[in-house]
């Protein structure tokens, strides 16, 4: 069974700190890795990532894959109040498309 | 374009009772997904469609769970009869096609069952 593993599941930081977000995948078949950010609604699409080492950005936001250490980082820098989300991350492959998520890291950024 | 839209936002409804929810996904989407989010399980896929067919329902917990999608622009996802172990937000999620994977997410529907 696919497998998706979000570090840490919690973090409080304050504004202008620079935050990194993990996440560990066991995915059959792996296509890509996807990250979303949940405010108070509905998950809305960050970054898909397929070919390793190469970095997407969005502003403050940036990420990365390692295909060989089945993982990905998320980094937010400059963090501010409006950050403050459960960021997920999920990865999809194998013959059945499915996107297999993680339980989120909770960021709360404090002013 | 409006987005995935999702009723009702929020439903409270008795044990025993039937709930229906409905999804209305990105005019041209030909994919759509159903997601159960709880805080103990976070997010799981329930059921999928690619062009109206059900490809995968492998996620849907036990036979009171059903859903129909029957046309390209509306499905339903119903419980019959509800229990309190049903209590969660339930997304509906579309897509352009399977392989592209990115998925947009509808603002749910909070279930209440009593």
């Known amino acids: 069974e696919d497998k998706v593993v979000q570090s840490p599941l919690s973090l409080v930081v304050h504004e202008g700190d620079t935050v990194t977000l993990n996440c560990s995948y066991e995915?059959?078949?792996?296509?890509?890795l996807l990250w979303y950010k949940q405010e108070k609604k509905a998950p809305t699409f960050l970054f898909m990532l397929t070919s390793s080492g190469i970095e997407k950005k969005s502003g403050r936001l940036s990420s990365i894959l390692d295909k060989k250490e089945l993982s990905s980082i998320l980094n937010i820098t400059a963090t501010q109040t409006g950050d403050s989300a459960i960021y997920l991350c999920?990865?999809?492959?194998?013959?059945?498309?499915?996107?297999?998520f993680g339980k989120g890291t909770l960021l709360t950024v404090n002013p | 374009d409006a987005g995935v839209i999702q009723s009702p936002r929020h439903e409270v409804t008795e044990m025993g009772q039937e709930v229906t929810l409905r999804c209305k996904p990105i005019?041209?989407?030909?994919?759509l997904f159903w997601y159960r989010q709880t805080m103990m399980r976070g997010l799981e896929l329930l059921i999928y469609?690619?062009?109206?067919?059900?490809?995968?329902d492998s996620g849907m917990p036990e036979d009171r769970f059903s859903a129909k999608m029957p046309n390209a622009s509306f499905s339903t996802l119903k419980i019959q009869p509800s229990e309190p172990r049903d209590s969660a937000v339930y997304f509906c999620a579309s897509s352009e096609g399977i392989v592209l994977d990115t998925q947009y997410f509808g603002p749910g529907t909070r279930l209440t069952v009593l």
């Open positions: 999920a990865g999809s492959g194998g013959s059945n498309y499915k996107l297999t």
């Open positions: 469609f690619n062009n109206n067919v059900p490809i995968d």
């Open positions: 005019s041209g989407h030909n994919s």
């Open positions: 995915v059959t078949n792996f296509r890509s």
